[in-house]
C-alpha cells in the first residue's frame, strides 16, 4: 500500500523535485500524513519502519530510467517518516517502540520481490528482521537521524 502511494504520487506531481514546496506538500505529502497517522493511530506501529523500508528500496533502484524518479520517491518516503514519527513526540515509551521494536523486512512484499529476493539469498526470509532506526541507517536517512524526536530517542539509548 504504502510502496503504491508513493509511486502514484510522484507521477501525479511531475517527478517532485522540490518535495517541501506547498503546493507538493498540500496536495501530496499532507493527505498522505493523515492517511497514515490513522493508521498508526489504529494501533500499526509499523508505518515509520514501512516506510523506511521504502526508502532503502527506492534507493537502490539502479535502472538508468527510473533512478532520478526513484530519488524522488525515497526522499518522500523520508518526509513521511519525519512527519508520522514526530507525531510521538511527546511520548517516549512510544518514541523508542517506534524505533527499535523489530518486524518481518519481507512481511506483505509483492509474490515478485518474494521470488526475487528467495533467488537472490539462501536463508529463509520470513526470519529476517529489522527495525526502523537500522532502517534509517541502512537507507542513510540523515534528515530522519537528526529529526528531534529521533535525537531524543537516541540520547536515552546512550544515556
Known amino acids: 500500500m504504502i510502496r503504491s502511494d508513493i509511486t502514484v504520487g510522484i507521477i501525479l506531481s511531475k517527478y517532485a523535485i522540490n518535495l517541501t514546496a506547498p503546493d507538493i506538500t ?21 508505518v515509520v519502519f514501512c516506510l523506511l523500508l521504502n526508502r532503502v528500496h527506492f534507493l537502490r533502484d539502479e535502472n538508468l530510467l527510473t533512478k532520478t524518479i526513484s530519488g524522488s520517491r525515497a526522499c518522500l518516503c523520508e518526509i513521511l517518516a519525519i512527519r508520522i514519527f514526530r507525531d510521538y513526540g511527546n511520548n517516549m515509551l512510544k518514541l523508542t517502540l517506534t ?8 512481511n506483505g512484499a509483492d509474490p515478485h520481490m518474494m521470488q526475487h529476493a ?14 526502523a532506526i537500522e532502517m534509517a541507517i541502512l537507507g542513510k536517512s540523515k534528515r530522519f537521524i537528526k529529526s528531534s524526536s529521533c535525537q531524543k530517542v537516541i540520547n536515552a539509548i546512550w544515556t
Open 118 to 131: 528467495r533467488a537472490e539469498r539462501d536463508d529463509d526470509l520470513e526470519d529476517r528482521v529489522g527495525n
Open 26 to 46: 498540500y496536495t501530496l505529502v499532507q493527505p498522505l500524513v493523515e492517511k497514515y497517522l490513522a493508521i498508526q493511530h489504529n494501533g500499526n506501529m509499523s
Open 99 to 106: 524505533l527499535t521494536t523489530t518486524w518481518p523486512v519481507y
